[in-house]
């Protein structure tokens, strides 16, 4: 039986990839600071990967029970949406404790876990490579940065028979779509630089998440990799071709465009 760790076990692609690879045969070890209503069979672990002592004491629980892992799978995340000249500094660090350095700790513990064949999994985000919306920058950001990490963990963990493979979605239909609604209703209650057009904003972020799949579809996807005989680096779901038209456009045009959209008249 192959042997699999999911961080962001509790969320909605998390708890779908756990479930489908539960039904699939794996044994499944999930990570998450909150425990949900897990899948039957699941071995479930609190923990929070912006914590050091946290990740410490879930790979002491792991490694306490099994010598070996086949895969690990990171769907652990967090959404976030504010002005890059206006949000807090805790704020700022606390995405990317969770979005990239998250991913960091888990694999320094867990990879020496991982033989010959292992494979490492990072869900990422179909922004990471784009150019990212006016506000949505700091979670862009993470992505790409997480990104430019998982391309250049594949270099080092190949050299170990450890392949590196990024699933990219678009919208997906998890809380993270309400914790965009929310974002965006916080940033234009409180910013004092932006006189947006918030009505008009929202019909943006809308459009963009309007086209979304269930997290059984990540899930498939996540599957694949860990069954492919080659895994490839990127593999994509849900490309949204309304972003993409967009960043097909040269720079000047993009920044006209959202200033003749957001900017209040």
């Known amino acids: ?96 404790e969770v979005n990239l350095f998250g991913v960091y700790r888990v694999n320094r513990a867990f990879a020496p876990m991982l033989s010959s064949g292992g494979r490492i999994v990072i ?30 963990l594949r270099m080092e963990a190949n050299l170990l028979g450890i392949s590196v493979s990024v699933v990219r979605p678009g919208a997906v239909q998890t809380g993270l779509l309400g914790d965009s609604t929310r974002a965006l209703d916080a940033f234009c209650a409180h910013t004092r630089l932006y006189a947006c057009n918030a009505e008009r ?22 599957e694949r990799v860990l069954r492919a005989r080659r895994p490839r680096l990127v593999y994509k779901v849900n490309r949204n071709p309304l972003l993409l038209l967009f960043n097909a456009l040269p720079d000047r045009l993009q920044l006209f465009l959202i200033g003749r959209i957001l900017r209040s008249r």
């Open 1 to 96: 039986m192959k042997t699999v760790l999911v961080t962001g076990a509790s969320g909605g692609m998390g708890a779908a990839i756990c479930a489908r690879l539960l039904r699939s045969g794996y044994e499944v070890w999930g990570l998450d600071r909150r425990e949900g209503n897990g899948p039957d069979g699941l071995r479930f672990i609190r923990c929070d990967v912006t914590q050091p002592d946290s990740v410490a004491a879930a790979f002491e629980a792991v490694s306490g029970e099994t010598d070996d892992l086949d895969a690990i799978i990171h769907t652990a995340g967090i959404y976030d949406l504010d002005s890059l000249l206006e949000m807090d500094e805790a704020r700022f660090q606390r995405i990317f």
């Open 123 to 152: 869900v990422s985000s179909e922004l990471a490579p784009l150019d990212p919306l006016p506000f949505t920058g700091i979670y862009a950001v993470t992505k790409g940065a997480l990104e430019k990490y998982a391309a250049s």
């Open 201 to 222: 904003f929202r019909r943006i972020v809308d459009s963009v998440e309007a086209r979304n799949v269930s997290p059984e579809r990540v899930a498939e996807r996540a």
